[in-house]
Nanobody, 120 residues
Framework: VQLVESGGGSVQTGGSLRRSCTVS?????MGWFRQRPGKTREGVAA????????GYHDSVKGRATINRDNAKNTLDLQMNNLKPEDTAMYYC??????????????????WGQGTQVTVS
C-alpha cells in the first residue's frame, strides 16, 4: 500500500489548510497523524469505513474534518482556525483494524512520507 501526502505549507494563525493523501488501496481504518517539534507522533483524526466512526484528537475537535473520497482514492484533512501549536509534520496512514476514538499510531501499518505544516 502506498500513500502520498500533499497540501502542506505555511499559513498564518487563524487560517485554513487542506491536506490530501492519495492511497493506492483503501483499508478499513484511515487516519491523519502529526509529530510536533520535540513531541511523539499523535493521532489527529481517523475514519473507520466499516462502521463509519470518526475520531478526532481533542485539540482539533471543531476545527478539523476528515473525509475519504472513494472516487479519487484520497483521504483529506481540512483544518480551520489553525494555531501555532498545529505546526508539525503531518502523516497519513492506513491499517486493517483499529480502535475507535482518537487514532493511535501503534495500530497503523502503512504510512506516507509526511508533509510539513507551519503556522505562524
Amino acid at each position: 500500500v502506498q500513500l502520498v501526502e500533499s497540501g502542506g505549507g505555511s499559513v498564518q494563525t487563524g487560517g485554513s489548510l487542506r491536506r490530501s493523501c492519495t492511497v493506492s488501496r483503501f483499508l478499513d481504518c484511515m487516519g491523519w497523524f502529526r509529530q510536533r517539534p520535540g513531541k511523539t507522533r499523535e493521532g489527529v483524526a481517523a475514519i473507520r469505513s466499516g462502521d463509519g466512526i470518526i475520531g478526532y484528537h481533542d485539540s482539533v475537535k471543531g476545527r478539523a474534518t476528515i473525509n475519504r473520497d472513494n472516487a479519487k482514492n484520497t483521504l483529506d484533512l481540512q483544518m480551520n482556525n489553525l494555531k501555532p501549536e498545529d505546526t508539525a509534520m503531518y502523516y497519513c496512514a492506513v491499517t486493517t483494524k483499529c480502535s475507535s476514538g482518537t487514532p493511535m499510531p501503534i495500530e497503523y501499518i502503512y504510512w506516507g512520507q509526511g508533509t510539513q505544516v507551519t503556522v505562524s
